[in-house]
């Protein structure tokens, strides 16, 4: 299944990468180049109407950090998850202060996600592949 995405938010997505909060790099360097599981997670991506903050499409899993002004975007978060579910994604939701204060056991709970859901994801999703670690 490819997911579409509103154009104009390909500029925003650069923008947001540009300017990442101390608990997205954290997380980042966690994520990429296929630490976790073998998968590609990729940052700042645009899908349907919103960003996600990281999404491994081979696993249909979007991942969230949530930090202050989330308190305040309680109905919006709602909304967008239940559309993001809808097209068959999983959101995985942490506050940014969990990733500041302890990004390996962040890790550790992705992961533990990857190696209970993997086989499921991509039997329901059979276009996506994995990734061997190097």
Same mark, same amino acid.
Do not use: C
């Given at each position: 299944?490819?997911?579409? /995405? *509103? !154009?104009?938010?390909?500029? #925003?997505? +650069?923008? #947001?990468?540009? $300017?990442?909060?101390? &608990?997205?790099?954290? #997380?980042?360097?966690?994520?990429? =180049?296929?630490?976790?599981?073998? /998968?590609?997670?990729?940052?700042?991506? !645009? @899908?349907?109407?919103?960003?996600?903050?990281? %999404?491994?499409?081979?696993?249909?899993?979007?991942?969230?950090?949530?930090? =202050?002004?989330? $308190?305040?975007?309680?109905?919006?978060?709602?909304?967008?998850?239940? +559309?993001?579910?809808?097209? =068959? @994604?999983?959101?995985?939701? %942490?506050?940014?202060?969990?990733?500041? &204060? *302890?990004?390996? &056991?962040?890790? $550790?709970? @992705?992961?533990?996600? @990857?190696?209970?859901? &993997?086989? $499921?994801?991509?039997?329901?999703? !059979? =276009?996506?592949? +994995?990734? !061997?670690?190097?």
């Amino acid at each position: 299944m490819r997911l579409s /995405y *509103n !154009p104009r938010l390909k500029q #925003l997505a +650069r923008e #947001l990468r540009k $300017r990442s909060t101390l &608990a997205e790099v954290l #997380l980042w360097q966690q994520l990429k =180049g296929g630490q976790l599981g073998g /998968y590609d997670f990729h940052r700042q991506k !645009p @899908i349907d109407e919103y960003i996600v903050d990281f %999404f491994a499409a081979d696993l249909m899993l979007a991942i969230e950090l949530d930090g =202050g002004s989330h $308190r305040l975007k309680g109905a919006e978060d709602e909304a967008r998850q239940r +559309r993001l579910e809808a097209l =068959g @994604i999983h959101v995985l939701r %942490f506050t940014e202060a969990a990733v500041r &204060a *302890n990004v390996e &056991a962040v890790a $550790r709970a @992705i992961d533990s996600w @990857i190696a209970a859901n &993997a086989d $499921r994801r991509q039997a329901t999703h !059979p =276009g996506a592949s +994995r990734h !061997p670690s190097s």
